[in-house]
Protein backbone atom coordinates (compact mmCIF):
# COMPACT_ATOMS: atom_id res chain seq x y z
CA UNK A 1 0.00 0.00 0.00
CA UNK A 2 1.36 3.29 -0.93
CA UNK A 3 1.81 5.92 2.04
CA UNK A 4 -0.34 8.85 2.36
CA UNK A 5 1.21 12.40 2.17
CA UNK A 6 -0.71 13.66 4.51
CA UNK A 7 1.47 15.67 7.27
CA UNK A 8 1.28 14.59 10.94
CA UNK A 9 -0.76 16.97 12.26
CA UNK A 10 -3.79 16.28 9.67
CA UNK A 11 -3.81 12.81 10.89
CA UNK A 12 -3.14 13.37 14.75
CA UNK A 13 -7.28 13.41 15.71
CA UNK A 14 -7.33 10.19 13.55
CA UNK A 15 -8.33 6.79 16.20
CA UNK A 16 -5.28 5.19 14.28
CA UNK A 17 -2.22 6.95 13.11
CA UNK A 18 1.02 5.63 11.52
CA UNK A 19 3.73 8.00 11.51
CA UNK A 20 7.38 7.51 9.93
CA UNK A 21 10.07 10.19 10.31
CA UNK A 22 12.62 11.17 7.75
CA UNK A 23 15.00 13.03 10.49
CA UNK A 24 17.36 11.23 12.16
CA UNK A 25 17.73 13.70 14.86
CA UNK A 26 17.17 11.80 17.99
CA UNK A 27 16.23 14.77 19.66
CA UNK A 28 13.28 15.19 17.33
CA UNK A 29 12.07 12.06 17.18
CA UNK A 30 11.99 11.64 20.82
CA UNK A 31 10.41 15.03 21.08
CA UNK A 32 7.89 14.30 18.93
CA UNK A 33 7.45 10.52 20.35
CA UNK A 34 6.60 12.56 23.51
CA UNK A 35 4.28 15.09 21.49
CA UNK A 36 1.77 12.02 20.62
CA UNK A 37 2.18 10.56 23.81
CA UNK A 38 0.55 13.97 25.62
CA UNK A 39 -1.22 15.35 22.75
CA UNK A 40 -3.28 12.68 20.72
CA UNK A 41 -6.39 11.45 21.61
CA UNK A 42 -7.19 9.55 24.79
CA UNK A 43 -8.20 6.53 22.96
CA UNK A 44 -6.08 6.73 19.85
CA UNK A 45 -3.86 4.06 18.37
CA UNK A 46 -0.58 4.85 16.99
CA UNK A 47 2.67 3.13 15.52
CA UNK A 48 5.79 5.56 15.29
CA UNK A 49 9.08 4.53 13.57
CA UNK A 50 12.13 6.12 13.52
CA UNK A 51 15.77 5.64 12.65
CA UNK A 52 18.80 7.56 14.63
CA UNK A 53 22.21 9.01 13.37
CA UNK A 54 24.57 7.44 15.71
CA UNK A 55 23.56 8.13 19.57
CA UNK A 56 23.97 6.25 22.88
CA UNK A 57 20.34 6.78 24.37
CA UNK A 58 19.90 6.19 28.20
CA UNK A 59 16.88 5.97 30.09
CA UNK A 60 15.21 8.73 32.34
CA UNK A 61 16.82 7.21 35.48
CA UNK A 62 20.77 6.50 34.43
CA UNK A 63 23.88 7.36 34.84
CA UNK A 64 25.80 8.38 31.72
CA UNK A 65 28.79 7.66 33.49
CA UNK A 66 28.62 4.24 34.36
CA UNK A 67 26.46 3.53 30.98
CA UNK A 68 28.49 4.67 28.50
CA UNK A 69 32.50 5.98 27.61
CA UNK A 70 31.66 9.68 27.03
CA UNK A 71 35.29 9.72 25.57
CA UNK A 72 34.40 7.61 23.00
CA UNK A 73 31.31 9.02 22.47
CA UNK A 74 33.11 12.40 22.44
CA UNK A 75 35.68 11.45 19.60
CA UNK A 76 33.07 9.74 17.12
CA UNK A 77 30.65 12.01 17.00
CA UNK A 78 28.24 9.95 18.64
CA UNK A 79 25.37 12.02 20.73
CA UNK A 80 24.57 11.25 24.14
CA UNK A 81 20.68 11.66 25.15
CA UNK A 82 18.28 10.79 27.71
CA UNK A 83 15.06 9.92 26.97
CA UNK A 84 11.43 10.00 29.01
CA UNK A 85 11.22 6.48 29.24
CA UNK A 86 13.10 3.98 31.46
CA UNK A 87 15.00 1.21 31.12
CA UNK A 88 18.60 0.27 29.97
CA UNK A 89 20.93 2.21 27.28
CA UNK A 90 20.75 1.12 23.96
CA UNK A 91 23.22 2.55 21.04
CA UNK A 92 21.46 3.54 17.36
CA UNK A 93 22.40 4.02 13.73
CA UNK A 94 21.19 3.88 11.15
CA UNK A 95 21.33 -0.07 10.72
CA UNK A 96 18.69 -0.43 13.56
CA UNK A 97 15.26 1.16 13.61
CA UNK A 98 12.93 1.85 16.73
CA UNK A 99 9.80 1.39 16.90
CA UNK A 100 7.12 3.17 18.84
CA UNK A 101 3.31 2.44 19.79
CA UNK A 102 1.23 4.39 22.19
CA UNK A 103 -2.18 3.66 23.42
CA UNK A 104 -5.00 3.45 26.10
CA UNK A 105 -3.71 2.25 29.11
CA UNK A 106 -6.40 -0.44 29.02
CA UNK A 107 -4.83 -1.72 26.07
CA UNK A 108 -1.23 -1.97 27.38
CA UNK A 109 0.45 -5.25 28.90
CA UNK A 110 4.45 -5.34 28.75
CA UNK A 111 4.56 -7.98 26.21
CA UNK A 112 1.29 -7.19 23.87
CA UNK A 113 3.51 -5.30 21.10
CA UNK A 114 6.40 -6.91 21.88
CA UNK A 115 4.63 -9.72 20.16
CA UNK A 116 3.56 -7.54 17.68
CA UNK A 117 6.94 -6.97 16.79
CA UNK A 118 7.87 -10.96 17.15
CA UNK A 119 5.16 -11.38 14.38
CA UNK A 120 6.39 -9.39 11.87
CA UNK A 121 9.17 -10.70 12.04
CA UNK A 122 8.27 -14.23 11.37
CA UNK A 123 6.74 -12.94 8.41
CA UNK A 124 9.98 -12.06 7.12
CA UNK A 125 11.61 -15.77 7.83
CA UNK A 126 13.15 -15.00 11.17
CA UNK A 127 12.52 -18.16 12.92
CA UNK A 128 12.74 -18.89 16.59
CA UNK A 129 12.01 -15.60 18.02
CA UNK A 130 10.33 -14.93 20.86
CA UNK A 131 9.69 -12.17 24.12
CA UNK A 132 11.55 -13.71 26.97
CA UNK A 133 10.77 -13.08 30.50
CA UNK A 134 12.57 -9.28 30.92
CA UNK A 135 10.21 -8.54 28.09
CA UNK A 136 13.26 -8.38 25.41
CA UNK A 137 12.84 -10.09 21.61
CA UNK A 138 15.28 -12.64 21.49
CA UNK A 139 16.51 -15.40 18.80
CA UNK A 140 16.64 -18.79 20.74
CA UNK A 141 19.51 -21.13 19.73
CA UNK A 142 17.16 -24.00 18.25
CA UNK A 143 16.31 -21.68 15.78
CA UNK A 144 19.56 -20.82 14.59
CA UNK A 145 19.54 -23.58 11.71
CA UNK A 146 16.33 -22.34 10.42
CA UNK A 147 15.36 -19.37 8.05
CA UNK A 148 17.58 -16.61 7.90
CA UNK A 149 20.86 -16.47 10.22
CA UNK A 150 21.54 -13.85 12.52
CA UNK A 151 25.27 -12.61 13.25
CA UNK A 152 27.16 -11.65 16.47
CA UNK A 153 30.20 -9.94 16.46
CA UNK A 154 33.66 -11.57 17.20
CA UNK A 155 35.96 -9.86 19.84
CA UNK A 156 38.24 -8.82 16.62
CA UNK A 157 35.36 -7.00 15.59
CA UNK A 158 34.58 -9.12 12.56
CA UNK A 159 30.78 -10.32 12.30
CA UNK A 160 30.03 -14.15 11.31
CA UNK A 161 27.03 -15.83 11.01
CA UNK A 162 26.58 -18.40 13.90
CA UNK A 163 24.85 -21.82 13.23
CA UNK A 164 24.18 -22.44 17.43
CA UNK A 165 24.87 -19.52 19.34
CA UNK A 166 25.33 -20.88 22.68
CA UNK A 167 22.59 -18.63 24.42
CA UNK A 168 19.52 -16.42 22.93
CA UNK A 169 20.33 -13.08 21.41
CA UNK A 170 19.04 -9.97 22.41
CA UNK A 171 17.96 -8.17 18.77
CA UNK A 172 15.48 -5.78 20.62
CA UNK A 173 15.02 -4.71 24.25
CA UNK A 174 11.73 -2.58 25.53
CA UNK A 175 11.28 0.54 27.54
CA UNK A 176 7.98 2.14 28.75
CA UNK A 177 6.58 5.37 29.54
CA UNK A 178 3.48 5.01 31.93
CA UNK A 179 0.87 8.47 32.10
CA UNK A 180 -2.84 8.80 33.19
CA UNK A 181 -4.25 7.21 30.78
CA UNK A 182 -2.38 5.95 28.39
CA UNK A 183 0.89 3.95 27.52
CA UNK A 184 4.19 4.50 25.68
CA UNK A 185 6.00 0.76 24.62
CA UNK A 186 9.16 1.31 22.02
CA UNK A 187 11.87 -0.92 21.33
CA UNK A 188 14.83 -0.70 19.20
CA UNK A 189 15.36 -3.80 16.59
CA UNK A 190 18.81 -4.34 15.24
CA UNK A 191 19.08 -5.03 11.49
CA UNK A 192 21.39 -5.63 8.95
CA UNK A 193 23.35 -2.86 8.92
CA UNK A 194 23.99 -2.52 12.65
CA UNK A 195 27.81 -2.12 13.75
CA UNK A 196 27.38 -4.63 16.68
CA UNK A 197 31.29 -3.92 17.69
CA UNK A 198 30.60 -0.50 17.81
CA UNK A 199 27.66 -0.78 19.87
CA UNK A 200 29.25 -2.95 22.44
CA UNK A 201 32.25 -0.43 22.07
CA UNK A 202 30.12 2.64 22.95
CA UNK A 203 28.17 0.95 25.59
CA UNK A 204 31.47 -0.18 27.85
CA UNK A 205 32.56 2.86 30.59
CA UNK A 206 36.17 2.52 31.64
CA UNK A 207 34.61 3.45 35.23
CA UNK A 208 31.92 0.70 35.60
CA UNK A 209 33.60 -1.34 38.24
CA UNK A 210 34.18 1.86 40.17
CA UNK A 211 30.66 3.41 40.37
CA UNK A 212 27.96 2.62 42.88
CA UNK A 213 24.89 3.62 42.02
CA UNK A 214 21.45 4.65 42.80
CA UNK A 215 18.96 4.57 39.90
CA UNK A 216 18.95 2.01 37.04
CA UNK A 217 21.30 0.05 35.51
CA UNK A 218 21.32 -1.44 31.95
CA UNK A 219 21.41 -5.49 31.99
CA UNK A 220 23.99 -6.41 29.77
CA UNK A 221 23.07 -9.05 27.15
CA UNK A 222 24.35 -11.08 23.89
CA UNK A 223 23.45 -9.22 20.91
CA UNK A 224 22.41 -10.43 17.51
CA UNK A 225 21.20 -8.86 14.25
CA UNK A 226 18.74 -10.21 11.59
CA UNK A 227 19.63 -9.60 7.84
CA UNK A 228 16.42 -7.75 7.49
CA UNK A 229 16.18 -4.01 5.69
CA UNK A 230 14.24 -1.88 8.06
CA UNK A 231 11.41 -0.87 5.25
CA UNK A 232 10.45 -4.89 5.59
CA UNK A 233 10.42 -4.53 8.83
CA UNK A 234 7.90 -1.36 8.58
CA UNK A 235 5.59 -2.89 6.51
CA UNK A 236 5.61 -6.11 8.19
CA UNK A 237 5.25 -4.69 11.43
CA UNK A 238 2.72 -2.26 10.61
CA UNK A 239 0.83 -5.15 8.76
CA UNK A 240 0.71 -6.57 12.03
CA UNK A 241 -0.58 -3.12 14.17
CA UNK A 242 -3.32 -3.28 11.42
CA UNK A 243 -4.23 -6.54 12.33
CA UNK A 244 -4.56 -6.38 16.07
CA UNK A 245 -6.67 -2.62 15.61
CA UNK A 246 -7.93 -1.46 12.04
CA UNK A 247 -11.56 -2.12 11.75
CA UNK A 248 -14.46 -1.44 8.86
CA UNK A 249 -14.81 2.13 10.51
CA UNK A 250 -11.27 2.62 11.78
CA UNK A 251 -8.75 2.70 9.28
CA UNK A 252 -5.13 3.62 9.87
CA UNK A 253 -3.76 7.25 8.81
CA UNK A 254 -0.33 6.99 7.68
CA UNK A 255 2.15 10.14 7.60
CA UNK A 256 5.57 11.25 7.29
CA UNK A 257 7.07 13.68 9.65
CA UNK A 258 10.61 15.91 9.50
CA UNK A 259 11.76 19.15 11.07
CA UNK A 260 8.55 20.73 10.33
CA UNK A 261 7.18 19.39 13.16
CA UNK A 262 9.06 21.77 15.17
CA UNK A 263 7.19 24.45 14.04
CA UNK A 264 4.62 23.33 16.98
CA UNK A 265 5.83 25.20 20.21
CA UNK A 266 5.06 22.35 22.38
CA UNK A 267 7.72 19.63 20.08
CA UNK A 268 10.14 22.39 20.14
CA UNK A 269 10.12 22.91 23.62
CA UNK A 270 10.73 18.86 23.94
CA UNK A 271 13.88 18.87 21.23
CA UNK A 272 15.22 22.00 23.00
CA UNK A 273 14.94 20.41 26.45
CA UNK A 274 16.84 17.04 25.89
CA UNK A 275 19.52 18.74 24.37
CA UNK A 276 20.61 20.51 27.38
CA UNK A 277 23.15 19.63 29.89
CA UNK A 278 20.81 20.32 33.40
CA UNK A 279 18.39 17.20 31.39
CA UNK A 280 21.26 15.20 29.79
CA UNK A 281 23.71 15.12 33.13
CA UNK A 282 21.80 16.89 36.27
CA UNK A 283 19.55 14.35 36.29
CA UNK A 284 20.97 11.89 36.82
CA UNK A 285 20.04 10.15 40.37
CA UNK A 286 23.30 10.15 43.03
CA UNK A 287 26.62 8.16 42.63
CA UNK A 288 29.44 7.52 44.61
CA UNK A 289 32.84 6.81 42.36
CA UNK A 290 35.43 4.88 44.67
CA UNK A 291 39.14 4.05 44.32
CA UNK A 292 38.38 0.52 45.46
CA UNK A 293 36.95 -1.55 43.20
CA UNK A 294 33.12 -2.62 43.92
CA UNK A 295 31.37 -5.31 43.40
CA UNK A 296 32.52 -7.89 40.76
CA UNK A 297 31.40 -7.60 37.49
CA UNK A 298 31.06 -10.16 34.83
CA UNK A 299 33.18 -12.86 37.14
CA UNK A 300 36.14 -10.08 37.64
CA UNK A 301 36.13 -7.15 39.54
CA UNK A 302 38.35 -5.08 36.59
CA UNK A 303 39.70 -2.69 39.25
CA UNK A 304 40.71 0.18 36.34
CA UNK A 305 43.46 2.46 38.38
CA UNK A 306 46.94 3.73 36.67
CA UNK A 307 49.81 2.23 36.83
CA UNK A 308 51.54 4.97 38.99
CA UNK A 309 48.63 4.36 41.81
CA UNK A 310 49.82 6.14 45.19
CA UNK A 311 50.00 3.10 47.39
CA UNK A 312 47.53 2.72 49.96
CA UNK A 313 45.44 5.51 49.05
CA UNK A 314 41.56 5.24 48.55
CA UNK A 315 39.59 7.85 46.99
CA UNK A 316 35.88 8.27 46.92
CA UNK A 317 33.37 11.23 45.74
CA UNK A 318 29.95 11.65 46.34
CA UNK A 319 28.06 13.15 43.40
CA UNK A 320 24.13 14.30 43.52
CA UNK A 321 23.03 15.78 40.34
CA UNK A 322 26.64 15.78 39.20
CA UNK A 323 27.62 18.02 41.91
CA UNK A 324 30.18 16.59 44.35
CA UNK A 325 28.97 17.28 47.83
CA UNK A 326 31.09 14.90 49.67
CA UNK A 327 34.64 13.64 48.97
CA UNK A 328 37.79 11.80 50.07
CA UNK A 329 41.29 11.42 49.82
CA UNK A 330 43.89 10.03 51.95
CA UNK A 331 46.89 11.83 51.63
CA UNK A 332 46.87 13.58 54.81
CA UNK A 333 46.38 17.53 54.87
CA UNK A 334 47.42 16.98 50.99
CA UNK A 335 44.73 15.78 50.66
CA UNK A 336 42.13 17.83 52.56
CA UNK A 337 43.22 20.61 50.18
CA UNK A 338 42.67 18.86 47.35
CA UNK A 339 39.20 17.58 48.74
CA UNK A 340 38.08 21.43 49.40
CA UNK A 341 39.18 22.44 46.08
CA UNK A 342 36.32 20.18 44.65
CA UNK A 343 33.39 20.52 46.68
CA UNK A 344 30.69 21.87 45.03
CA UNK A 345 31.97 21.32 41.80
CA UNK A 346 29.45 20.73 38.78
CA UNK A 347 30.85 17.98 36.83
CA UNK A 348 27.67 18.81 34.16
CA UNK A 349 28.92 22.18 33.14
CA UNK A 350 32.29 23.51 34.33
CA UNK A 351 34.88 25.73 32.34
CA UNK A 352 37.82 23.35 33.88
CA UNK A 353 37.67 19.46 34.52
CA UNK A 354 37.89 18.50 38.43
CA UNK A 355 41.30 17.11 37.10
CA UNK A 356 42.21 20.04 36.53
CA UNK A 357 40.76 21.27 39.66
CA UNK A 358 43.48 18.75 41.77
CA UNK A 359 46.16 19.63 40.12
CA UNK A 360 45.74 23.25 40.80
CA UNK A 361 45.53 22.42 44.52
CA UNK A 362 48.94 20.95 44.51
CA UNK A 363 50.37 20.97 41.06
CA UNK A 364 53.84 19.73 41.90
CA UNK A 365 52.46 16.69 43.83
CA UNK A 366 53.25 13.39 41.21
CA UNK A 367 50.27 11.77 43.63
CA UNK A 368 47.44 14.52 43.39
CA UNK A 369 48.45 14.19 39.78
CA UNK A 370 47.66 10.75 39.23
CA UNK A 371 44.35 11.27 41.05
CA UNK A 372 43.61 14.27 38.74
CA UNK A 373 44.20 12.20 35.28
CA UNK A 374 42.00 9.41 36.92
CA UNK A 375 39.21 10.99 38.16
CA UNK A 376 38.98 13.06 34.29
CA UNK A 377 38.92 9.50 33.06
CA UNK A 378 36.58 8.01 35.30
CA UNK A 379 33.70 11.09 34.64
CA UNK A 380 35.12 13.41 32.05
CA UNK A 381 33.60 17.08 32.08
CA UNK A 382 31.19 17.20 29.42
CA UNK A 383 31.87 21.09 29.57
CA UNK A 384 34.86 20.49 28.42
CA UNK A 385 34.73 17.97 26.12
CA UNK A 386 32.11 19.88 23.78
Not at 35 to 41: E, I, K, R, S, T
Amino acid sequence: MARRSSSASQILSSPLQCYTSTSGSPYLNLAFEHFLLQNAPPKSKILFFYVNKPSVVIGRNQNPWLETDLLQLHRNGVELVRRRSGGGAVFHDEGNINWSVICPSEDFTRDKHADMVVRGLKQLGVAGVRVNERHDIVLIPEAASEGRQVVYPEPDGAERPVERPQEPLKISGSAYKLTRGRALHHGTCLLEDTNLFTLGKMLQSPARSHIIAKGVESVRSPVGKVPIHRYDFEAAVQTEFKSMYETSYETIKQARCDERVLEDARVLRGFEELQTREWKFEQTPRFDLISDPRREIDGDSKCNLPHNWPANVHVSLHIRHAVIERAGIDLGDVGKKAVQSVLGYTIADAATSCGAKLKASEPNDPKVTAIAEWIDTMIPTPGILN
